[in-house]
Nanobody, 114 residues
Framework: QVQFVESGGGLVQPGGSLRLSCAVS????????MGWYRQAPGKQRLLAAA???????NYANSVKGRFAISRDNAKNMIYLQMNSLKPEDTATYYC????????WGQGTQVTVSA
């Protein structure tokens, strides 16, 4: 059974930083393309960042240059370093495969506000 447990969200001021973590079980992060998705209130859940099995990364234009996705193969975890945060980054953040596997985790809320 594939499971994702996200953590690390919180309230941060514009320009601040946060690091999100995702514990993955049931699939190996080293052998699957993995991603961070986000869903703002009333909007569709969209892929924000992805990392391939080969370690290549790609980002939505809205986060490019500010966010960085990484992984720890030994711990089977995915991370998202978010810098220069903006109010429009406010959303619930989820990790999953690309394409997605099984059920979504509970997500972690990120709120960017002064």
């Amino acid at each position: 059974q594939v499971q994702f447990v996200e953590s690390g969200g919180g309230l941060v001021q514009p320009g601040g930083s946060l690091r999100l973590s995702c514990a993955v079980s049931g699939i190996g992060v080293e052998t699957h393309k993995m991603g961070w998705y986000r869903q703002a209130p009333g909007k569709q859940r969209l892929l924000a960042a992805a990392i391939t099995s080969g370690g290549s990364t790609n980002y939505a234009n809205s986060v490019k240059g500010r966010f960085a996705i990484s992984r720890d193969n030994a711990k089977n975890m995915i991370y998202l370093q978010m810098n220069s945060l903006k109010p429009e980054d406010t959303a619930t953040y989820y990790c999953n495969g690309v394409p997605t596997y099984g059920d979504w985790g509970q997500g972690t809320q990120v709120t960017v506000s002064a």
